[in-house]
């Protein structure tokens, strides 16, 4: 079982930053890849980015790929997402998830592969 918390949301303006965390705990967090997720009020949870369990390698979602960035430091079982020119559509509720990975390198981008999700934390950007 793992438990994730996420953390950093809140008001900000367009073309502002914000930097949101997760912490992990409850299993070996380097064995899990990890990912982060979106959802708007009455629209279906979206992926963002995701993270390998190495830190090797990256993906994001066209949307806000040059804008965000995922990072992880499995010293401290923490993941980040480093959201920088926030635009009023990047607005929702925003979850991180874990899964178990096999493979070092493996990225994965569907909500159906995640086992484990955190409660979520708002972002809200004014225009």
């Known amino acids: 079982q793992v438990q994730l918390v996420e953390s950093g949301g809140g008001l900000v303006q367009a073309g502002g930053s914000l930097r949101l965390s997760c912490v992990a705990s409850?299993?070996?967090?380097?064995?899990?890849?990890m990912g982060w997720f979106r959802q708007a009020p009455g629209k279906e949870r979206q992926f963002v980015a995701a993270i390998s369990r190495s830190g090797i390698n990256t993906y994001y979602a066209d949307s806000v790929k040059g804008r965000f960035t995922i990072s992880r430091d499995n010293a401290k079982n923490t993941v980040y997402l480093q959201m920088n020119s926030l635009k009023p559509e990047d607005t929702a509720v925003y979850y991180c998830?874990?899964?178990?990975?096999?493979?070092?390198?493996?990225?994965?981008?569907?909500?159906?592969?995640?086992?484990?999700w955190g409660q979520g934390t708002q972002v809200t950007v004014s225009s």
């Open positions: 998830a874990a899964r178990v990975a096999s493979l070092r390198g493996t990225v994965y981008t569907t909500a159906n592969d995640y086992a484990y």
């Open positions: 409850g299993s070996t967090f380097s064995m899990h890849a």
